[in-house]
């Protein structure tokens, strides 16, 4: 069975960090894109970072640029999420999405096969 789980959300105060995990099984971790996107309430789900397969090249939305950023270890299945200095705007539900097209995870193009079932991210101001 194919699955993506997260981990790594909570409460955390404004300037604070947190690093998400997503834990890939069932699929050849190595040879899929990996990216993160979130969801506030009352908001559409946004994109927020991804990671290519083969070269690790990394792609974020604006507003996390210098903040947060994301990697592989294609040895654990893992794909993380490192947020530093976060912001109340940050708070959401994070999910981890894989695909084998880089341009699918980064939002260029349709939407990425799979999906983690999401984590919480509180930031209090």
């Known amino acids: 069975q194919r699955q993506l789980v997260e981990s790594g959300g909570g409460l955390v105060q404004a300037g604070g960090s947190l690093r998400l995990s997503c834990v890939a099984s069932?699929?050849?971790?190595?040879?899929?894109?990996m990216g993160w996107f979130r969801q506030a309430p009352g908001k559409e789900r946004e994109f927020v970072a991804a990671i290519s397969w083969r070269t690790a090249n990394t792609y974020y939305t604006d507003s996390v640029k210098g903040r947060f950023t994301v990697s592989r270890d294609n040895a654990k299945n893992t794909v993380y999420l490192q947020m530093n200095s976060l912001k109340p705007d940050d708070a959401a539900v994070y999910y981890c999405?894989?695909?084998?097209?880089?341009?699918?995870?980064?939002?260029?193009?349709?939407?990425?096969?799979?999906w983690g079932q999401g984590t919480q991210v509180t930031v209090s101001s």
């Open positions: 999405a894989a695909d084998r097209s880089f341009n699918v995870v980064r939002a260029v193009m349709g939407s990425p096969y799979y």
């Open positions: 069932g699929l050849t971790f190595s040879t899929h894109a």
